[in-house]
């Protein structure tokens, strides 16, 4: 045990030195600093029935992101004067441990508002205030602090994106200078009987090393997190000309965005930081984008998924979720699996997933036509589903963002106009005409002519031959007939928003089972046959 006063650095996100006030107010005034990561079972351990290498929760290509982004901390503490010590266990159980052992006054870490720490942070506070220990748990992952736009807002969230810019102003603590370097740190205590580690490698945690062809190119850190914004900022005319959703979803050498949102995720960089640097650079240019297209208005689009999502019980599903339309989806696991697969037979969305598994990320539009494909726009399929494969692979992955999104895309929140789809053919055809994404994700096209590489199956056999991809032998079939497809899926779409209307919303499981029932009955018979025979042949 330490004597002098003690204070505990608890990092879950915010995994950075620069704009860290719960680090910073940790390290004021305290003879000893325990800066702390604790090794969560939940999220780390692996599963080896999962469908891809990795936890229950997460892929292997973001567990290796967290790791490196770890590693980084751990040296950046270093040359401060301190280390992070890593934990492993239930987190609750581990910190009340250490608090105990080492005799700490003051628990320090960011606010997070997703469930599974809102509710580990309940258990965490509680044990801390029974042993009259301080604590701090400062907004930082945000702009805002979500809880005080819904206050101003009557105690909802805003449910659009202008009311919510309109609601949020300019963030109070844009006024005074963010603290953005630590000069040092005080040193550890003593451990007493905690088991302390070093930032585990990933075979170490049990996983296997995978034998990919292609890794996430993405590597983790506030360091790298911090070159890569300062050569985005770099860039200033791109900057102040930064368009979404303009940009090519094909661009993959040189990806057409800043690819800052895993550390955002993480918190290695911090979004505060990133905002104020936007401001900078906008004050010296003659002219830039605004919100809601602006790379600061990305910012704030992320800030109104964190506050919706904060605000809405059941975000994160459909049932009991007020917000989102009631549609009865299709339960389909055999489509379910050839759109995870890659084996859909429309070259853009296997390529896309392709890229999702390897990489660990892909281009927001490309993210748009994968999902709207899985629901709304072809294969009727649950967004919970597509939803779970995101969460699982992408190494960006945030539960607030990629919820509000995938009920975005499905149209079951926010965008309700279910006639406007993202075509599995001429969309990706636009960017790239030669189909050189497809070429790289799907070598096993990459000697299709580019008048079919969107529509293999319309190649006549002996260019099919030539190109040596036989399509429903090299290369599969479509799974679907898009045009009668997207058809069928608005038909339903009407339908279930006929049905929303008329119940204002309030619909019931049967409600569903009895529209799944009468859709069923309607579907024209070739659609019903093309569904019968779609992954025969």
């Known amino acids: 045990m330490s004597s002098g006063s003690s204070s505990l650095m608890w990092f879950r996100k915010g995994l950075r030195i620069h704009d860290n006030p719960a680090l910073e107010y940790a390290s004021k005034g305290s003879d000893f600093l325990y800066p702390v990561f604790v090794i969560d079972p939940h999220y780390m351990k692996p599963d080896p029935d999962a469908f891809s290498p990795g936890s229950s929760k997460a892929g292997l290509n973001r567990i290796r992101f967290l790791l490196e982004s770890l590693s980084d901390l751990d040296s950046n503490l270093k040359k401060l004067g301190s280390r992070l010590l890593v934990l492993k266990g239930e987190p609750s159980e581990v910190l009340?441990?250490?608090?105990?052992?080492?005799?700490?006054?003051?628990?320090?870490?960011?606010?997070?508002?997703?469930?599974?720490?809102?509710?580990?942070?309940?258990?965490?506070?509680?044990?801390?205030?029974?042993?009259?220990?301080?604590?701090?748990?400062?907004?930082?992952?945000?702009?805002?602090?979500?809880?005080?736009?819904?206050?101003?807002?009557?105690?909802?969230?805003?449910?659009?994106?202008?009311?919510?810019?309109?609601?949020?102003?300019?963030?109070?603590?844009?006024?005074?200078?963010?603290?953005?370097?630590?000069?040092?740190?005080?040193?550890?205590?003593?451990?007493?009987?905690?088991?302390?580690?070093?930032?585990?490698?990933?075979?170490?945690?049990?996983?296997?090393?995978?034998?990919?062809?292609?890794?996430?190119?993405?590597?983790?850190?506030?360091?790298?997190?911090?070159?890569?914004?300062?050569?985005?900022?770099?860039?200033?005319?791109?900057?102040?000309?930064?368009?979404?959703?303009?940009?090519?979803?094909?661009?993959?050498?040189?990806?057409?965005?800043?690819?800052?949102?895993?550390?955002?995720?993480?918190?290695?960089?911090?979004?505060?930081?990133f905002y104020i640097c936007l401001q900078d650079l906008y004050k010296n240019v003659k002219s830039h984008t605004s919100p809601p297209v602006s790379l600061a208005g990305q910012l704030l689009w992320r800030d109104f998924f964190y506050t919706v999502a904060f605000g809405t019980p059941n975000f994160d599903r459909m049932r009991g979720n007020k917000i989102c339309k009631q549609i009865p989806w299709n339960d389909d696991d055999e489509l379910l699996l050839a759109w995870r697969e890659a084996r859909t037979g429309f070259p853009w969305i296997d390529a896309i997933m392709i890229q999702l598994r390897k990489w660990g990320w892909m281009h927001h539009l490309a993210r748009h036509s994968v999902a709207c494909f899985l629901t709304r726009g072809d294969l009727f399929v649950h967004w919970e589903e597509g939803r779970d494969v995101f969460e699982r692979l992408l190494i960006d992955s945030d539960w607030a963002i990629n919820n509000g999104n995938w009920l975005w895309l499905s149209c079951s929140s926010f965008f309700y106009q279910y006639n406007r789809i993202y075509s599995p053919t001429s969309f990706g055809k636009k960017y790239d005409p030669n189909g050189d994404y497809i070429r790289h994700f799907l070598p096993v096209l990459k000697e299709m002519p580019k008048e079919y590489i969107y529509e293999p199956w319309t190649a006549p056999e002996s260019i099919q031959k030539k190109a040596k991809c036989i399509i429903g032998r090299d290369y599969p079939k479509p799974v679907v007939a898009h045009d009668s497809a997207s058809k069928e899926c608005k038909r339903r779409m009407a339908e279930a928003y006929a049905l929303n209307q008329k119940l204002t919303g309030l619909v019931s499981e049967e409600d569903l089972r009895n529209l799944r029932r009468k859709l069923e009955e309607d579907e024209k018979p070739e659609v019903k046959n093309k569904r019968q025979r779609k992954l025969i042949g």
């Open 96 to 273: 009340n441990r250490c608090l105990k052992e080492w005799d700490v006054k003051r628990l320090c870490f960011e606010y997070d508002t997703e469930p599974y720490y809102q509710g580990l942070d309940v258990k965490v506070k509680g044990y801390a205030s029974a042993a009259g220990i301080e604590v701090f748990s400062p907004v930082s992952h945000t702009l805002f602090n979500p809880a005080d736009i819904i206050r101003r807002n009557g105690g909802r969230p805003p449910l659009t994106y202008q009311s919510f810019v309109k609601l949020a102003g300019d963030p109070s603590w844009a006024s005074s200078p963010l603290s953005i370097t630590l000069s040092s740190l005080p040193p550890i205590g003593s451990f007493g009987r905690c088991e302390i580690s070093e930032v585990p490698t990933v075979e170490e945690l049990g996983y296997e090393e995978t034998q990919q062809d292609e890794h996430s190119p993405f590597k983790g850190g506030e360091s790298e997190a911090l070159k890569k914004l300062r050569e985005s900022i770099e860039k200033k005319e791109w900057v102040a000309n930064f368009e979404k959703p303009k940009g090519d979803p094909s661009a993959f050498i040189n990806p057409a965005t800043t690819v800052l949102s895993p550390y955002l995720k993480f918190g290695c960089l911090s979004s505060r930081y």
